[in-house]
């Protein structure tokens, strides 16, 4: 008797799994207030699922995130279509049910069908980004003018060579030493206040060390910020920069993937800052460049320096910077 009481307590404090019990032809709301036809759902292979059904497939097309242990597609159902996530890994449920919660949450938060499927997605791909250890309270305002300065360059290179070959290059996100990395090239991007004290920071001894067989190229850019109503928040900017990808479904991924890799979150808030693009100064890093390189004397680490850029004058570039990198494309 005192077993059979144990077994029926463990029971009841086991978290409720809303697939349990149900059948793949089977679909239960998730919520029977609601305002939007969210369903717990059983897919092919008893994959625990989540789905919105809308009466058509939305136009255009929105690109659908690509997580890693879940499934996110569009298919049609009983009088229409239906958004869809699937979770392949089981042992992974009950993190998935809480995903699942919170992005049905996020869409009834919208004000018609077609912002609820947004909000959904839009809540998804925070998961993408939280899952792979991205942070929560957003960029700082150094932060947000590196990412702006860096957003800038990448939108030159694809005006120049292509989404995919820019998207490719734009290696600092992910962990290189260099923020972009061409062939027979690489170019280190720093964004600088206008009214800052003429510096620059080098934060590494290999951010500015010699690459075999590629010429290195410093980008100090200009980039002003104010707490305005008008102007191009760095949201403006991600948007901007994102439509030049969207007409390749290859790059737009590697494209979302290296910009959740810098921290951003589309659902920090960052529409009160505003940024303002200046001018742009090139110059090329070889013998005699102000600077800190391997190897460092033993026991020497995690160098952190800074550059006047007076001393830089020297080793201005000659022509434009766009023209090097091509140069050094078509030599390989």
């Known amino acids: 008797m005192k077993k059979t009481k144990t077994m029926i307590r463990r029971q009841l404090l ?18 029977v207030a609601g305002r939007f036809d969210f369903f717990w759902v059983v897919l092919e292979a008893g994959m625990p699922g989540l789905m919105l059904r809308l009466p058509s497939l939305p136009q255009p097309l929105p690109r659908l995130p690509k997580l890693k242990n879940l499934v996110a597609s569009f298919r049609p159902v009983l009088g ?46 925070r998961w993408y980004h939280l899952l792979r250890g991205g942070k929560t309270n957003g960029l700082s305002v150094e932060e947000q003018r590196g990412l702006v300065g860096e957003l800038a360059f990448l939108r030159d290179l694809v005006s120049a060579f292509g989404p995919d070959t820019a998207i490719e290059a734009w290696t600092g996100p992910t962990g290189s030493a260099k923020d972009f990395e061409l062939i027979g090239s690489c170019v280190e991007v720093k964004a600088r206040r206008v009214a800052a004290k003429p510096f620059v920071a080098i934060s590494s001894e290999d951010q500015l060390a010699d690459v075999e067989g590629s ?8 980039v002003a910020s104010a707490v305005l109503p008008e102007g191009q928040s760095l949201h403006d900017h991600v948007r901007m920069t994102a439509e030049m990808f969207e007409e390749d479904g ?7 993937e290296t ?3 810098t921290g951003y979150d589309p659902e920090n808030s960052y529409d009160d800052r505003r940024w303002l693009l200046g001018a742009a100064t090139d110059y090329e890093v070889k013998e005699g460049f102000p600077r ?8 020497v680490e995690n ?14 570039l000659e022509g434009d910077l766009i023209d090097v990198i091509r140069k050094g494309i078509e030599n390989e």
């Open 80 to 125: 229409g279509t239906a958004f869809v996530l699937g979770l392949k890994e089981r042992s992974q449920v009950e993190i998935f049910e809480t995903l699942c919660r919170d992005v049905v949450e996020a869409g009834e938060a919208g004000t018609d069908r077609d912002e609820a499927l947004s909000r959904a997605l839009q809540r998804t791909r």
């Open 250 to 256: 290859a790059a737009f991924e590697a494209w979302e």
């Open 215 to 222: 010429r290195l190229c410093l980008r100090v850019v200009n």
């Open 259 to 261: 910009l959740y890799s």
């Open 14 to 31: 086991k978290p409720h799994d809303p697939w349990e019990r149900l059948d793949p032809d089977e679909a239960k709301r998730v919520d």
């Open 303 to 316: 160098v952190r320096y800074s550059i006047a850029l007076d001393a830089c004058e020297p080793f201005k």
């Open 292 to 299: 800190i390189s391997a190897p460092l004397a033993p026991g």
